[in-house]
């Protein structure tokens, strides 16, 4: 697996007009289609893959392929860079040059924007209404009360999340997007984008904040309008579809007729309505029929974000879900879904609240959670009647494990449940969780252990499969799946378990998610497109990532590019950053 240059024993053909900036010889390739695996040499010019000779059709006759450089690649496969179809790197693309975190999956193009929730577009108030809200995915809370914002960004470990690196200076999904474009320029890489390509979402929530507010009511049809416009807006800048977090504030608020309004403006511009629907625990089915039914009457295409059926009601209830897409996909209906393949969830413990408990937005939040009467109807409704922040199902403490606080002086409370905290404090895990949420200003995250092994594995062999890795990468103890998603499809439910064939598993994680995406030049290892590329070694691939490390890179990917460019070489972060923002096409 060793880069040379101008092989040995061969002349050098630099004047050949068909010679290649890089050159892949005798790899493994698995080109996304789901077709049987073939070995090939592989040719890169200009960014773009030039030529494919597949060792079935060479001969003393066919001259291989040369390049200024070679990679030795028996041993290896070679496939289309891994789209992350559900992330949550909105901040860490413009704060991380670096980001390992998804460079060294093969990660290549990460979809943002989820769950209803990001930086555009917004208003003044609305920026910073959702910084506050979000600060927990992903750092960025405004400095509370005036007060000096912490230094620079969420380190190491994790904990921290301040933003004084990032100036928030776009508005509009076209500004965010720039944003991405020029991340580092004038900043001494090599290139002046991000780490890798993005592409966006545009989050219901946050155009339900600008147009209405964080108030539980109907909008007005002034207020609709509104938000139609910011939509429609925000397609023509580049977005590739809608988000919703339909159990987070304020987008919950919306009701269907509203949805399908917005979803109809969506489908005219030919993207897709990402949903985080009403409920992954009670009424799950339900939350995912209503998703189906509300987009089959827009008109617009559906892609089911982190499509689990999670809690104790939903044990070995995949086949029910799957039959329900079943029949709508059976019927003509267009629907994509992602998982990643873990079982214990990820979010924010303020998630877990009532959704009147969060009517107003953070600040009212907040007060609510300091006065005694509103704190004991809160706790009432999670304990003994299931909130729908916790998705209709009584909330057990033993289950919520603390991943990560925005402010270091809290974080002794990370790895543990709220329920282990809240015995060594000696208090009910309700008063633990009220103290934490009003002294870390609503930003801790938790890792939700709810899921089911069947239930994971069922979902990802279906027809409409993609992967996404939901990883929220703050916090000191991130959920392992941030840094880990990709090999761990690759080494434990490939190698390991045989749930899918490589090649299989690679269709799920490229073209596929390309296909969705609508990009004609990305997603498989042909002729003319775009040199995304992973190379890695099907034998020894795995997540490094583990609960209890979760920031350990993966083992057996040492080469990573965009563009053509190497982002991983031998196993190691490059200076290059070869990414952009990815915009649907006009």
Same mark, same amino acid.
């Given at each position: @697996? ?22 892949? =010889?005798?790899?493994? %390739? ?7 695996? !073939? ?9 773009? *893959? ?5 060792? /079935?059709?060479?001969?003393?006759? $066919? ?12 041993g ?8 992350? @179809? ?15 975190a998804?460079?060294?999956?093969? %990660?290549?193009?990460?979809? *943002?924007?989820?769950d ?42 994790? /904990? ?12 509009? %999904? ?68 809608? /988000? ?7 987008? @919950? ?6 949805? $399908?309004?917005?979803? =109809?403006?969506?489908? =005219? ?10 409920? !992954? ?10 998703? %189906? ?27 029910e879900?799957l039959a ?32 009147w ?11 609510r ?19 729908d ?5 009584? *909330? ?8 990560? $606080? ?26 633990t ?5 009003v ?6 995250? *938790? ?21 996404? /890795?939901?990883g ?99 196993g190691? =972060? ?13």
């Amino acid at each position: @697996m060793e880069a040379i240059r101008n092989e040995p024993g061969r002349p050098d053909h630099r004047d050949r007009p068909d010679h290649a900036d890089l050159v892949f =010889r005798d790899v493994q %390739v698995v080109d996304g289609t789901g077709g049987a695996a !073939y070995r090939a040499d592989v040719a890169v010019t200009d960014g773009r *893959i030039s030529g494919i000779l597949r060792a /079935s059709d060479a001969g003393p006759r $066919t001259p291989r392929p040369t390049g200024t450089r070679v990679v030795d690649a028996d041993g290896l496969a070679l496939a289309p860079g891994f789209i992350d @179809m559900h992330a949550h790197s909105d901040l860490a693309l413009l704060r991380d040059p670096d980001h390992s975190a998804k460079a060294a999956q093969g %990660v290549t193009l990460e979809v *943002i924007g989820q769950d209803g929730l990001s930086y555009a577009p917004v208003d003044d108030a609305t920026l910073a209404q959702v910084r506050q809200a979000i600060a927990g995915w992903n750092g960025g809370a405004p400095a509370p009360d005036g007060a000096p914002a912490p230094d620079g960004a969420s380190g190491p470990d994790g /904990s921290g999340g301040g933003s004084t690196d990032i100036d928030f200076d776009w508005r509009t %999904v076209g500004e965010y997007l720039d944003r991405l474009d020029h991340a580092f320029a004038g900043r001494g890489f090599d290139g002046e984008g991000t780490a890798v390509n993005a592409a966006y979402l545009i989050p219901q929530g946050t155009v339900r904040a600008h147009a209405v507010g964080w108030d539980d009511r109907p909008a007005t049809e002034a207020e609709r309008g509104a938000m139609r416009r910011l939509v429609a807006e925000s397609m023509e800048q580049g977005a590739v579809g809608m /988000s919703s977090g339909l159990t987070y504030t304020p987008g @919950m608020y919306a009701d269907d007729a509203e949805l $399908t309004e917005l979803c =109809r403006v969506v489908a =005219r511009y030919g993207g897709y309505y990402c949903p985080h629907h009403r409920s !992954y625990g009670a009424g799950a089915l339900a939350a995912y029929e209503e998703m %189906v039914t509300l987009t089959r009457r827009a008109g617009c295409a559906l892609h089911l974000a982190h499509a689990t059926m999670n809690f104790g009601v939903n044990k070995g209830k995949a086949p029910e879900l799957l039959a329900l897409l079943d029949r709508a996909l059976d019927e003509g209906a267009d629907i994509t879904l992602d998982t990643y393949p873990y079982t214990p969830g990820c979010t924010t413990l303020v998630a877990m609240l009532p959704s009147w408990a969060s009517e107003g937005g953070p600040g009212a939040i907040l007060e609510r959670l300091r006065d005694d009467t509103a704190a004991e109807r809160i706790r009432y409704v999670l304990e003994e009647v299931g909130a729908d922040g916790c998705h209709g199902v009584p *909330i057990e403490w033993d289950t919520i494990e603390i991943s990560g $606080t925005t402010d270091p002086a809290l974080a002794h409370h990370v790895g543990r449940t709220v329920a282990e905290s809240a015995a060594l404090a000696g208090e009910a895990p309700w008063e633990t969780a009220r103290a934490l949420l009003v002294a870390d200003r609503l930003g801790p995250t *938790i890792l939700q252990h709810v899921g089911h092994e069947e239930n994971v594995r069922a979902i990802m062999r279906h027809r409409v499969h993609t992967g996404g /890795s939901d990883g929220i990468l703050q916090g000191a103890k991130p959920h392992p799946r941030a840094y880990g998603t990709f090999p761990h499809y690759l080494g434990r439910y490939v190698r390991e378990l045989g749930v899918l064939s490589l090649e299989e598993c690679v269709a799920h994680l490229t073209a596929r998610p390309a296909a969705r995406l609508g990009l004609r030049d990305r997603g498989l290892v042909a002729q003319g497109y775009r040199a995304d590329l992973v190379l890695f070694d099907p034998g020894t691939v795995a997540a490094g990532s583990t609960f209890a490390e979760p920031r350990r890179l993966p083992r057996g990917i040492p080469y990573v590019l965009i563009d053509g460019r190497f982002v991983i070489e031998d196993g190691r =972060r490059t200076e290059v950053l070869a990414g952009r923002s990815v915009r649907r096409a006009g």
